[in-house]
């Protein structure tokens, strides 16, 4: 099979769907199919980063990576903050069986929706969440799901959704053959921990550590963390918070707020750190907490899971699928996200009871397992008529 995938950004860029991308078309690669990426140089969308040095055209773990220039745009963040050209010439090229687009909202998947209608090949979307916007942002997305968005997801040959929640989305915006294959991660990676004593170090940690882990903005909630750990060091003073993300624009005002709680020396934000580095963060952790308004699936609650630490989770997106009952739900609010981590500093048997359940039930994620469901839902539908409305 011929599968091309087209995602606005890809490694070296760094973040969860990058990731995603790489590693289901690294196993779709082993498993013995001619794999493409299309993306551009643009390497971090807030605030805009490009790469103009990166190669045009690359080969990446036997992926054939096709690169393109990124153009801005006026729109200053979204699926519409950059542009490429040059689609229709590359897959012309290609001559897929199976193209498929990565993020509801996004320029490239439009315009695919658009090409589609003349081509041969399937068109699959994984949504990566559907984030609703902030303030005069919420009514642009409202009036771009009425006048494209809908219209591109009915042109889906198929949707794949990373949760139940984000499958009822779909549907709602009229997707014909819907699926739900969650996120994946690389479980040889966290198999065998090294010792957090050199992130301890480093850091000068040496209570009790609460980790979060994910971009620097405001989608990820940072601030109703930070409010929660300025009420549990009360409790417990040994405590120091680590968040682990590059700044997307979100860092002075977080700075700003662990000032104004008088938590300077306990509140450490650590930027980014390599991807090969990041076991040794898990490992220095006692818990981990997700506090985001908005998800997919996110690669960071994966990586905690893997490595058994007790996670606090706010239930959006498919949070509450993939943890399950081996975690602590809690709405996007800092009192719940308070008494969440008072109950767990409070009871160790429920720390080592999540801690098992999470590193049973993680095998579920295993990139081998993602990569094959996402072929089957391929086969499903070039075994359809291209106008069959069908779906499970």
């Known amino acids: 099979?011929?599968?091309?995938?087209?995602?606005?950004?890809?490694?070296?860029?760094?973040?969860?769907?990058?990731?995603?991308?790489?590693?289901?078309?690294?196993?779709?690669?082993?498993?013995?199919?001619?794999?493409?990426?299309?993306?551009?140089?643009?390497?971090?969308?807030?605030?805009?980063?490009f790469d103009r040095n990166l190669p045009s055209k690359d080969v990446l773990s036997g992926i054939k990576v096709m690169r393109m220039k990124a153009y801005p745009t006026f729109f200053p963040v979204w699926g519409y903050g950059s542009i490429f050209f040059g689609l229709r010439r590359a897959l012309d090229g290609i001559k897929p069986d199976i193209v498929h687009t990565h993020s509801?909202?996004?320029?490239?998947?439009?315009?695919?929706?658009?090409?589609?209608?003349?081509?041969?090949?399937?068109?699959?979307?994984?949504?990566?969440?559907?984030?609703?916007?902030?303030?005069?942002?919420?009514?642009?997305?409202?009036?771009?799901?009425?006048?494209?968005?809908?219209?591109?997801?009915?042109?889906?040959?198929?949707?794949?959704?990373?949760?139940?929640?984000?499958?009822?989305?779909?549907?709602?915006?009229?997707?014909?053959?819907?699926?739900?294959?969650?996120?994946?991660?690389?479980?040889?990676?966290?198999?065998?921990?090294?010792?957090?004593?050199?992130?301890?170090?480093?850091?000068?940690?040496?209570?009790?550590?609460?980790?979060?882990?994910?971009?620097?903005?405001?989608?990820?909630?940072?601030?109703?963390?930070?409010?929660?750990?300025?009420?549990?060091?009360?409790?417990?003073?040994?405590t120091i918070l680590a968040i682990v993300g590059e700044d997307w624009g979100e860092l002075a005002s977080l700075k700003k707020l662990v000032e104004e709680l008088n938590l300077d020396g306990k509140v450490i934000f650590t930027g980014n750190i390599p991807y090969e580095k990041i076991p040794e963060v898990y490992a220095a952790a006692d818990i981990f907490v997700l506090s985001s308004l908005s998800e997919g699936l996110p690669t960071a609650l994966l990586e905690a899971m893997a490595c058994g630490i007790p996670i606090i989770g706010t239930d959006v997106g498919g949070v509450s699928e993939s943890l399950g009952n081996c975690g602590i739900l809690v709405k996007p609010d800092s009192a719940e996200i308070l008494e969440a981590l008072k109950k767990l500093f409070k009871d160790e048997d429920l720390r080592r009871r999540l801690s098992k359940c999470e590193k049973e039930r993680i095998h579920r994620f295993d990139w081998r397992i993602i990569a094959k469901e996402a072929l089957e839902v391929y086969e499903e539908l070039l075994a359809k008529p291209k106008k069959e409305n069908m779906g499970r």
């Open 104 to 238: 509801y909202g996004y320029f490239h998947s439009d315009k695919l929706a658009r090409l589609k209608k003349k081509s041969k090949w399937k068109l699959v979307m994984t949504s990566h969440g559907f984030t609703p916007g902030r303030g005069v942002f919420r009514r642009v997305k409202n009036l771009y799901t009425k006048l494209i968005g809908k219209r591109t997801v009915k042109k889906l040959d198929g949707a794949i959704a990373l949760s139940e929640k984000d499958r009822k989305v779909f549907k709602e915006l009229g997707a014909r053959n819907t699926f739900v294959i969650p996120n994946g991660l690389n479980l040889a990676m966290f198999e065998n921990l090294p010792s957090g004593d050199v992130f301890r170090e480093t850091y000068g940690i040496k209570g009790r550590m609460i980790l979060s882990v994910g971009r620097l903005e405001k989608i990820k909630g940072y601030n109703l963390l930070i409010g929660a750990f300025s009420n549990i060091i009360k409790d417990f003073p040994d």
């Open 1 to 49: 099979m011929k599968i091309v995938h087209v995602a606005i950004r890809f490694p070296p860029a760094k973040g969860g769907g990058e990731q995603h991308v790489y590693n289901l078309a690294k196993q779709q690669v082993k498993m013995g199919h001619e794999v493409h990426v299309i993306t551009t140089d643009l390497t971090k969308e807030i605030p805009r980063e």
